[in-house]
């Protein structure tokens, strides 16, 4: 079965830059479709997608956060890593690693790590 | 980008039926999916292409999407089905193609 594990620091300092890890198991990030998004959700708020990479390395990210954003994958470790600069109090949440299936042209976030919490403050 | 508009809370009686509403300009021509996030959870996904059950999920739950408004209906609500229900499409026009509504927190009265 599809599972995913989001691993990474609970607090950081405003300025500093966050990496986040997801490691997930049951599916290859080689296979022709799939993808991993990374969804973020502030304490209360709603769900809000921040990025995602494809099965052959393309890459996408939510334009008001793009200039801060960097996605890889590792294949061999089945590993994807979000690293975010200059984190601010306001993207204090919930961070959740997910499966996203489909292509290019149409998507479903189907399974859902079971997030972490990180809070910006000093 | 693509706008889905829920209305923030709907509340029903026990073995009553809910309905919630997901609205988006045309939304009828995309796939519309349907999580529900208990709190303290993630997210789970409950329909799936307007109508679709992912495995075990309780035949209650059933979608539509038409025009204007796709629909989240839950029959025979119980205790357990308070959460919240966020909507998400896929919007291959945009550089946001991942897309969810504002969420609608149920409330079993």
């Known amino acids: 079965q599809i599972t995913l594990r989001e691993s990474g620091p609970t607090l950081v300092k405003p300025t500093q830059t966050l990496t986040l890890t997801c490691t997930f198991s049951?599916?290859?990030?080689?296979?022709?479709?799939?993808?991993v998004a990374w969804i973020r959700q502030p304490p209360g708020k709603a769900l809000e997608w921040v990025a995602l990479?494809?099965?052959?390395?393309?890459?996408r990210y939510s334009p008001s956060l793009k200039s801060r954003l960097t996605i890889t994958k590792d294949t061999f470790r089945n590993q994807v890593v979000l690293t975010m600069t200059n984190m601010d109090p306001v993207d204090t949440g919930t961070y959740y690693c997910?499966?996203?299936?489909?292509?290019?042209?149409?998507?479903?976030?189907?399974?859902w790590g079971q997030g972490t919490l990180v809070t910006v403050s000093s | 980008s693509y706008v889905l508009t829920q209305p923030p809370s709907v509340s029903v009686a026990p073995g009553q039926t809910a309905r919630i509403t997901c609205e988006g300009d045309?939304?009828?021509?995309?796939?519309v999916h349907w999580d529900q996030q208990k709190p303290g959870q993630a997210p789970v996904l409950v329909i799936s292409?307007?109508?679709d059950r992912p495995s075990g999920i309780p035949e209650r739950f059933s979608g539509s999407n038409s025009g204007n408004t796709a629909t989240l209906t839950i029959s025979g609500v119980e205790a357990g089905d308070e959460a919240d229900y966020y909507c998400?499409?896929?919007?291959?026009?945009?550089?946001?193609?991942?897309?969810f509504g504002g969420g609608t927190k149920l409330t079993v009265l």
């Open positions: 997910t499966h996203l299936l489909g292509g290019h042209n149409y998507g479903l976030v189907d399974f």
């Open positions: 049951g599916f290859s990030l080689t296979t022709s479709g799939l993808s």
């Open positions: 990479i494809y099965w052959d390395d393309d890459k």
């Open positions: 045309n939304i009828g021509s995309y796939s």
């Open positions: 292409y307007d109508t």
């Open positions: 998400q499409v896929w919007d291959t026009y945009t550089d946001s193609p991942v897309v």
